[in-house]
């Protein structure tokens, strides 16, 4: 091995008035210290490293520390790790955290995770949250859910809501209803509203009615009136009169105006 190469430098020092001649060593590649008898780690990348310090300029993958001496994580793998914290640089798949030591939620879809704090890019079917590690509602459609609020993309039978955690009115036919409101597309016999949570007159027939306004389709007999809440006079023939107004297709023997359904005089031929 060649010896240390000599550098005379002169130094004045003011202070003193006096002229001093130090030498420095520049030690050959591989070697440190004050007489270059010092050997660099043998995981200094080139064996090159500090002349005074012995500290590796660069480390070869799989180590780290000031000289080297540490290992990286073996969950590291191929890509090493930061030569100061020891950190990995990247971590495989499945793997999270610094050292890429903490594996993802199982729930996480692909089980790909973010390195920080190990958040899924996406969920398994039936989870959702940033860890995936909670559970769609089971009155979603196939049990899928927004990832990140919980919310159903559509309710299984009878359920409305987010996340359809409320019962359908069963007055609604099918005991279906709009997602979003819980309206029903349309209603029982003899119910009627947006809920269908209003009973259709019983004066109207079959009990059946309008599902918006309550209206009914049809009177029964002696009835008349949009909602058949209005009783018809006796004096129409055959008990027969407009739905909608109470007037008389036909007046009575002894009565006329279909309106006003006046009684006829004694007298009249």
């Known amino acids: 091995m060649a010896g ?35 050997q660099c780690s043998k995981n200094c990348e ?4 500090g002349q005074v310090s012995g500290n590796c300029t ?11 001496e540490q290992r990286c994580s073996s969950y590291c793998g191929d890509n090493g790790c930061d030569q100061t914290e020891g950190d990995c640089i990247e971590c495989p798949e499945g793997y999270y955290d610094k050292k890429c030591n903490l594996p993802c939620p199982s729930s996480c879809g692909g089980s790909v ?11 398994k079917t039936k989870f959702y949250g940033s860890k995936c590690n909670s559970r769609c509602p089971t009155t979603c459609v196939n049990n899928t859910c927004e990832k990140t609020s919980g919310d159903c993309f559509d309710c299984k039978t009878k359920f409305y809501g987010s996340k359809c955690n409320s019962r359908c009115p069963t007055t609604c036919v099918n005991n279906t209803c709009e997602k979003t409101s ?36 049809d009177c029964k007999t002696g009835f008349y009136g949009p909602k058949c809440n209005s009783r018809c006079p006796t ?35």
């Open 4 to 38: 240390p190469t000599f550098i005379v430098v002169a130094v004045l020092c003011a202070f003193f008035g006096m002229l001093r001649v130090v030498e420095l060593s520049e030690c050959p590649d591989g070697f440190f210290g004050k007489e270059c008898k010092t």
């Open 235 to 269: 004096d129409c023939v055959n008990n027969t009169y407009e739905k909608t107004s109470g007037d008389c297709f036909e007046c009575a023997v002894g009565f006329y105006d279909f309106k006003y359904k006046s009684q006829c005089q004694s007298n009249w031929k």
């Open 182 to 217: 819980g309206d029903c597309f349309d209603c029982k016999t003899k119910f009627y509203g947006s809920k269908c949570n209003s009973r259709c007159p019983t004066t109207c027939v079959n009990n059946t009615c309008e599902k918006t306004s309550g209206d009914c389709f």
């Open 58 to 68: 660069d480390c070869k993958r799989g180590f780290h520390g000031y000289r080297c």
């Open 46 to 49: 080139s064996r090159v490293c």
């Open 113 to 123: 995770c973010e390195r920080t704090d190990g958040a899924c890019a996406d969920c």
